[in-house]
């Protein structure tokens, strides 16, 4: 028995039903709910059996959602392909008509029709048993006036759905109010996510950029995010107690991976002799060396003068002693050459001995061509050779480490939609210590969320085992893992993250 659409109570609830799927429509961001949700809500209203929905793809309809109630199929709900054939736009097929034209058409039986090609049901129909009746093919028209798509239902039900209907005029109405809507609500979506693919593109480009400011680590940022994102599913896919509440959302691990990218975009501030600084010296390690040549020869220079003035004048007796006084002076010179080549090098850590021998090194002078003198190590080069461990000294590292301010600085000027909105905090903080000896704001503990940990493990793993260094190999895993685990002894990083980064082997589930 039909439905009577005059019922005062069928019209509220139709105008409820419609009200329902317009809510649930425009909440739904989701491309692949939203086409299956489309579909569901206009099979509900007409109590059709089955239907399609079909988006423009390229001058043609693509499948995007059948149901047939009947024939127990449902396809496409999960994004995947319905593997049939678009429908190329010709007025012989309805739902080409439809999109082309913009028209609704409302056929009772489309086996007693003119004016349209059937032969596609008809096939189905025939392969399958199913009868194909009653259709209702109206257009997804959107905001803009463009059809994106057109909305196909077949064999309206009665209610007792035993019998096949045509569909009303009132569902009719309906369901074109709920295409317009549906159209709406996917445009929509696309544009949001238009928009997301555009910043995160921006994103990806411009730390690409910043990252390619040095040769020395070129895919840090997008390595960092990828370690991160690995390290949140693994955390996710943990059965441990340790980790039941603290799973990640898809928003979460998106919040994480975004902040992976950016955590180190301050760097495009950082001057470049700081940042590239390979060795103490850098390139001011020639001009040192050039000086002490420069010096032996004028020494040998020397020796070789005095030598023959010596000859000349017949004190052969005091030959030995000036031999043996340049020979000391040039073994000297070498000594002090081997060890500031020796001291630029960041392996080698300098003990008070080696600063003090630095400092002799420092007390030699050299004479230029207008006989001024000048030493061969300038008070800044001194104090360049003599940093203790590593290649930055005080005020560099000062210079280094302003990166992380820099980031949130830039970070906060960004206005990230909710889901980012922890992003500039959880960046500026991936240089942060558990023991509180960290920077920029010395945190310490629960201080430091759980993304923050994360961002901080990952950067190091990384740092240590990039193998685009030129002055330095990739280091093997296993070593990096035993200063990441020295590390975690000393207080710097989480013990918890580091099991289970080591336990799952994080790094194998992230390739270049
Ligand atoms: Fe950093
Ligand atoms: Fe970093």
Redesign the pocket.
């Known amino acids: 028995m039909c439905r009577d659409s005059s019922e005062p109570t069928y019209q509220v609830n139709l105008v409820e039903d419609l009200l329902n799927i317009g809510i649930a429509l425009s909440a739904e961001k989701d491309h692949n709910r939203l086409l299956e949700m489309i579909l569901a809500g206009a099979r509900k209203i007409t109590n059709a059996d089955g239907g399609t929905l079909y988006l423009y793809e390229k001058d043609k309809l693509v499948f995007k959602i059948m149901h047939n109630k009947t024939q127990n199929t449902f396809r496409g709900g999960k994004g995947e392909p319905i593997n049939i054939p678009p429908v190329k736009l010709v007025k012989e097929n309805v739902s080409a008509y439809v999109a082309l034209t913009g028209k609704t058409v409302n056929i009772p039986d489309v086996y007693n029709t003119d004016g349209f090609d059937f032969s596609g049901p008809r096939n189905y129909d025939k392969t399958t048993g199913y009868r194909t009746k009653s259709m209702l093919v109206v257009p997804m028209e959107n905001h803009e006036s463009q059809i994106i798509g057109v909305l196909q239902l077949i064999n309206a039900m009665d209610r007792d759905g035993n019998t096949v209907v045509s569909f009303i005029p009132e569902h009719q109405k309906v369901i074109e109010s709920l295409a317009s809507q549906a159209a709406i609500a996917l445009t929509n979506a696309k544009l949001i996510s238009d928009i997301e693919q555009l910043f995160h593109s921006f994103v990806h480009t411009i730390t690409t950029a910043i990252d390619a400011r040095t040769p020395y680590n070129a895919n840090h940022s997008r390595r960092v995010a990828l370690l991160s994102g690995r390290l949140a599913e693994a955390i996710n896919q943990s059965g441990d107690d340790l980790w039941q509440d603290k799973k990640f959302s898809p928003d979460r691990h998106e919040q994480l991976i975004m902040a992976g990218w950016l ?2 975009i301050g ?1 495009v501030a950082t001057p470049l002799e700081v940042m590239n600084k390979a060795t103490r010296l850098d390139n001011r390690v020639e001009l040192v060396l050039q000086r002490l040549d420069y010096l032996y020869q004028s020494k040998t220079a020397d020796y070789y003068r005095e030598r023959s003035c010596l000859q000349e004048k017949g004190r052969v007796d005091n030959l030995g002693e000036l031999d043996e006084r340049y020979g000391r002076e040039l073994e000297e010179l070498k000594r002090a050459r081997a060890l500031v080549e020796k001291a630029n090098s960041p392996a080698t850590f300098i003990d008070d001995n080696m600063a003090l021998e630095l400092a002799g090194v420092a007390a030699l002078t050299y004479r230029d061509i207008q006989g001024r003198e000048w030493p061969c190590l300038t008070p800044e080069e001194l104090q360049c050779l003599t940093i203790r461990k590593g290649t930055l000294t005080d005020d560099e590292r000062r210079v280094m480490e302003d ?2 301010s820099i ?1 949130a600085r830039m970070l906060e000027k960004i206005n990230f939609i909710k889901k980012y909105s922890n992003v500039p905090l959880y960046s500026a903080m ?2 942060e210590h558990m023991d509180g000896k960290g920077y920029p704001n010395g945190l310490a503990g629960d201080q430091i969320p759980l993304e923050a940990r994360i961002l901080a493990l990952a ?1 190091v793993y990384d740092a240590l085992t990039a193998d685009d260094r030129p002055y330095k190999r990739a280091m093997p895993v296993e070593n990096a893992l035993n200063i990441l685990g020295a590390m975690v002894e000393e207080g710097k990083l989480d013990g918890n993250i580091f099991n289970l980064f080591k336990n799952c082997k994080v790094w194998e589930k992230v390739t270049d």
């Open positions: 955590h180190d760097k990166h992380v980031t991936h240089h950067d």
